[in-house]
């Protein structure tokens, strides 16, 4: 896998949404686990969301039913979808990828263990 690079964070009120992006280049998104994760300042490293290469998704239930994972292989891109945005979501995001499937992708989740790392973007909710 390649750089990741995101995109789309952005201030919003609480109630708003937003969409973000992870843009790959090397292998395709859809040959590796990829993953969100957020850190609030003074606060841990969150895992957000996760998603296979056989498309099996998982969400924390601080996001369950507001955010929603969109992986698009035409566009090598995983989109995070923010519905629903609470202050507490205040972060910034960052995506990762690498090898694995079912319960090996969601180890490497839950241990942050990846390989390939973004920038991260900022989103900030307002209240």
């Known amino acids: 896998q390649g750089p990741l690079v995101e995109s789309g964070g952005g201030s919003v009120q609480t109630g708003g949404s937003l969409r973000l992006s992870c843009a790959a280049s090397?292998?395709?998104?859809?040959?590796?686990?990829m993953a969100w994760f957020r850190q609030a300042p003074g606060k841990e490293r969150e895992g957000v969301a996760v998603?296979?290469?056989?498309?099996?998704?998982k969400y924390s239930d601080s996001v369950k039913g507001r955010f929603t994972l969109d992986q698009r292989n035409d566009q090598n891109v995983v989109y995070l979808h923010l519905n629903n945005l609470k202050p507490e979501d205040t972060a910034t995001y960052s995506c990762?990828?690498?090898?694995?499937?079912?319960?090996?992708?969601?180890?490497?989740?839950?241990?942050?263990?990846?390989?390939?790392w973004g920038q991260g973007t900022q989103v900030t909710v307002s209240s």
């Open positions: 998603i296979d290469s056989d498309g099996t998704t």
């Open positions: 990762a990828a690498d090898q694995g499937l079912g319960y090996y992708c969601e180890s490497r989740w839950r241990r942050f263990d990846f390989g390939y």
């Open positions: 090397g292998s395709t998104v859809d040959t590796y686990c």
